[in-house]
């Protein structure tokens, strides 16, 4: 055991100054390391009113835990909040969970590597922690489980990393909402680790809420068993400095399903480079990827892969793109590989503009341009994402509507 | 007396994608009116109806189109909209994400709460219930996009509608709802002394003329307005003899 802490640290320090394969690079050197500290447990109503009020665009509830199966809270590196409110249930910090069960080292840097690059290694090096969320076998969330991580220093570097498992047969929601007060610059690392169990189901709807001169390097990983669903919903609408992010899903078990649905919208500034993989390595495996961009001054880089390697396996991958305005650029770069007969992978991608016949017929109805060209981006950014539960589903329209204000 | 002219079109010339396609053309329309315009396909029909709504892919390099008074000609077509002016399109766009819904309340431009009931009731009269939480005009059979069409037009409640080809695509179970529909558009359920609405109506076939009453028929032909009087009588003629006859009769 030991032994293998100890490899470990050696493979993090040996890569952290590696480059990460994809994306602008980020010198770490130029903003601080803080130490991980110690889990605290206040209650909800202890933590900031600002930093309370902030986070609600991002789909977290403080004030009001009755719509929550579970809360988790980390400011910087320090866990501040963690709380469940169903059975069968699990919400804690990482640390907590790795000194409660001697088997959660297990699961520990098991489907995202630690040297990576400079960026997993930093969060090991650096003993990150974060929030560690289990749904025991057959247990069904009734209400999303929540997690806010919030960065409130300047020039500050956020360690953060997680760990979901589903049991078999079980069902989570989870909402996460990532998100920085004004003080800037500052990166975040976030490594996450989801472990979905056979039979099991993961919906994943991240929002984050960045700030202008924010680098953010989120890396994460689902392993996915027989009949498992992972399911991703990915919104950031905000400003960033930089955001790159290349989520992998493995289907491993007979009829697996990874599902990521994305909402990006890059304002000038603004540079998103978000993708999402599936390995489907197994018979029947599935994966669906879709992806509505908007620049609207902002570079966005839209990357999907698909890989299949067995018989009826099925991958689609879609990505659509609108550039407003005369400035921004979108990159869509799908890719399918198929290594064997018997696969069925197709992708399609469009970048464009917003077409002229459509917002004519609105002005035909009485609509001024403005108010036509906003009821057609508003559209286009609505998902219809299928399989997500109602209640997740208008959670995620109301942040995408909140984040949409300040954008039209 | 005779009441104002509602709209009236002087020496129209306009272009599209820069080929002349209405010369001159000469046409009024007065308060409570419903004009049937019939012709060859390529005639001009079309763009004579998007050049009224004001779409700026038909550009009037001559003569003037004045509304209820006021020169339009350069208006943009949500003014015109606002003023008054509403058209069906034949085949109109879909808009993804935009429901069917949310565009009809857009049509009422208003947003109290007997609002939501109008949309209902108004969709219950278009049968288009069902519709309103769809995206517009995805995945609509011919019939469904003219019901959902009328029922906007219906919402926005314009004093002059421009109908394309209302009946094309509709089966004849579905006509006579169009029919009424259109009625109703117009304000033919009210008495004809009170009637203001006004209508100009494309028709290939005339087939609507059996549910809809119209007192002016047209033959646009050619970019020009070459024939006018009752619009049954003309059906009949260009039934039994084709367009060629109009143009025959022109020359005469």
């Known amino acids: ?408 | 007396m005779e009441k104002a002219v509602l709209l009236e079109i002087s020496n129209l010339t306009v272009t599209v994608d820069g080929r002349e396609i209405l010369h001159s053309l000469n046409l009024a329309v007065n308060p409570g009116e419903t004009a049937v315009i019939f012709g060859p396909n390529g005639g001009g029909k079309t763009t004579l109806l998007m050049t009224i709504m004001g779409f700026p892919r038909y550009r009037v390099t001559g003569g003037s189109i004045t509304f209820k008074g006021q020169d339009i000609t350069n208006m943009p077509v949500d003014e015109r909209a606002r003023l008054g002016i509403g058209i069906s399109f034949q085949r109109p766009p879909v808009v993804r994400g935009v429901k069917m819904h949310d565009m009809v309340l857009a049509c009422l431009r208003r947003d109290d709460k007997e609002a939501e009931e109008l949309v209902t009731a108004l969709a219950e009269k278009s049968h288009m219930t069902n519709f309103l939480g769809r995206n517009i005009n995805a995945g609509f059979s011919g019939g469904e996009t003219k019901r959902s069409e009328m029922l906007q037009l219906l919402a926005q409640g314009p004093d002059l509608a421009l109908l394309d080809e209302p009946e094309s695509g509709v089966d004849l179970e579905n006509i006579s709802l169009i029919g009424q529909l259109i009625n109703e558009v117009l304000g033919k359920t009210h008495p004809i002394r009170e009637r203001s609405r006004s209508g100009l109506i494309i028709s290939h076939t005339g087939h609507i003329l059996d549910y809809v009453n119209a007192r002016t028929g047209y033959v646009l032909c050619g970019g020009q307005i070459i024939c006018d009087g009752d619009p049954h009588d003309m059906l009949n003629t260009i039934k039994a003899k084709g367009y060629q006859e109009c143009v025959v009769c022109l020359k005469k």
Request: aromatic share 6%.
């Open chain 1, 1 to 408: 055991m030991l032994e293998e802490v100890r490899k470990r640290q050696e493979q993090a320090l040996a890569a952290r100054d590696k480059k990460a394969a994809v994306g602008d690079d980020v010198d770490l050197s130029k903003f601080e390391s803080h130490v991980t500290q110690a889990p605290q447990n206040v209650a909800t109503g202890a933590i900031p009113a600002d930093v309370r009020q902030s986070v609600l665009s991002t789909g977290v509830m403080l004030d009001d835990l009755s719509q929550r199966s579970g809360t988790f809270v980390q400011i910087d590196n320090q866990p501040m909040h963690m709380a469940v409110a169903q059975d069968g249930i699990e919400v804690m910090a990482t640390s907590e969970a790795l000194a409660k069960y001697d088997w959660v080292k297990d699961y520990l840097w098991k489907a995202v590597k630690v040297d990576t690059d400079k960026f997993t290694a930093h969060t090991e090096i650096n003993q990150a922690d974060g929030y560690f969320m289990r749904a025991l076998p057959g247990v069904k969330t009734t209400y999303p489980v929540q997690a806010c991580l919030y960065m409130s220093r300047a020039r500050a570097i956020q360690d953060i990393h997680n760990i979901v498992i589903a049991e078999e047969g079980s069902e989570l929601h989870i909402i996460t909402g990532c998100s920085s007060s004004g003080h800037e610059p500052g990166v975040h690392l976030g490594v996450s680790e989801f472990f979905i169990k056979k039979g099991a189901k993961v919906t994943f709807t991240m929002i984050h809420s960045w700030a202008p001169d924010v680098e953010v390097r989120p890396r994460t990983t689902a392993i996915i068993e027989q009949d498992g669903l992972f399911m991703s919903n990915f919104v950031i609408m905000r400003p960033v400095h930089s955001m790159q992010s290349n989520p992998t899903a493995y289907c491993m078990g007979e009829n697996a399903t990874a599902r990521f649905n994305s909402v990006i919208v890059a304002t000038l500034g603004s540079k998103i480079d978000v993708g999402s993989r599936a390995i489907l390595s197994a018979k029947g495996a599935k994966t669906e990827m879709i992806a509505r961009t908007i620049s609207a001054g902002g570079e966005i880089i839209s990357r999907g892969y698909i890989e299949a390697s067995e018989l009826e396996t099925k991958g689609h991958l879609e990505c659509r793109g609108l550039i407003l305005g005369e400035h921004g650029s979108i990159h869509a770069i799908p890719e399918i590989k198929g290594n064997r007969a018997g696969v069925d992978l197709s992708h399609e991608a469009a970048v464009g503009k917003i077409a002229e016949e459509e917002v004519e017929y609105l002005m035909a109805r009485g609509l001024t341009r403005d108010e036509s060209t906003a009821a057609i981006i508003r559209g286009f950014l609505k998902v219809d994402i299928q399989g997500l539960p109602p209640m997740l589903n208008a959670e995620m329209q109301r942040a995408v509507k909140q984040s949409e204000a300040d954008l039209f």
